[in-house]
């Protein structure tokens, strides 16, 4: 996946520490091929790449978990869920195998 609002500046997301350990290890993380939870809330503060890191895990849920996956998101006004589908659809528009 791919970060940056310019199209064109595109470079490999790289996830922070906090990011890996507390965010995507729990939603990836499977145990005798089951997730622990089906469901998750993660709370962040502002300017800390919430669009970004919710696009990943969607796109991740979408493409690679689950041969019937349903991903849901949820956002707090009309503007920051069109940022998190703009970013998703963008991004795996992009990739070689998710295009029309």
Not at 26 to 50: H, M, Y
Not at 77 to 92: G, L, M, P, V, Y
């Amino acid at each position: 996946m791919l970060e940056g609002n310019n199209s064109l500046v595109k470079r490999p997301i790289r996830f922070e520490a906090w990011q890996r350990d507390h965010v995507l290890k729990p939603v990836i993380d499977k145990v005798d091929g089951k997730r622990r939870w089906d469901t998750f809330l993660i709370g962040i503060a502002k300017k800390n790449g919430k669009s970004t890191l919710a696009s990943c895990v969607a796109t991740y849920a979408l493409l690679l978990d689950d041969p019937n996956p349903e991903v849901y998101s949820a956002a707090g006004d009309k503007d920051q869920a069109r940022i998190i589908f703009n970013f998703t659809s963008e991004r795996s528009s992009a990739a070689p195998d998710c295009g029309p």
